[in-house]
């Protein structure tokens, strides 16, 4: 019965600001790991923001450093993402994942992943 549940996504233009969540149940939240992946059409699907349990440790891929914010409110057993300095490059279905586990970057550890929100950036 665990379900992510993205949401927030949406068109903006390039150089706008979105803010994605993801609301979790099923779970003790604060016992998971968080991450962000996304997946633009016929691309693999590449890590974007890993946060731990309690929010004190975060990673970022090189290509949003700077622009993209992972955060966590455990006692709404939701993360975010805040997404600032769009691109086109930004445009994929974005999921986010869990583990008990820090998992970072590794995507083939999560055990649990949501069904994605579609983010599109207009050049």
């Known amino acids: 019965q665990v379900q992510l549940v993205e949401s927030g996504g949406g068109l903006v233009q390039v150089g706008g600001s979105l803010r994605l969540s993801c609301a979790a149940s099923?779970?003790?939240?604060?016992?998971?790991?968080m991450g962000w992946f996304r997946q633009a059409p016929g691309k693999e699907r590449e890590f974007v923001a890993a946060i731990s349990r309690s929010g004190g440790r975060t990673d970022y891929a090189d290509s949003v450093k700077g622009r993209f914010t992972i955060s966590r409110d455990n006692a709404k057993s939701t993360v975010y993402l805040q997404m600032n300095s769009l691109s086109p490059e930004d445009t994929a279905v974005y999921y986010c994942?869990?583990?008990?586990?820090?998992?970072?970057?590794?995507?083939?550890?999560?055990?649990?992943w949501g069904q994605g929100t579609q983010v599109t950036v207009s050049s």
């Open positions: 994942a869990a583990d008990l586990n820090y998992r970072g970057a590794a995507r083939g550890f999560y055990r649990y």
């Open positions: 099923g779970l003790i939240f604060s016992s998971y790991a």
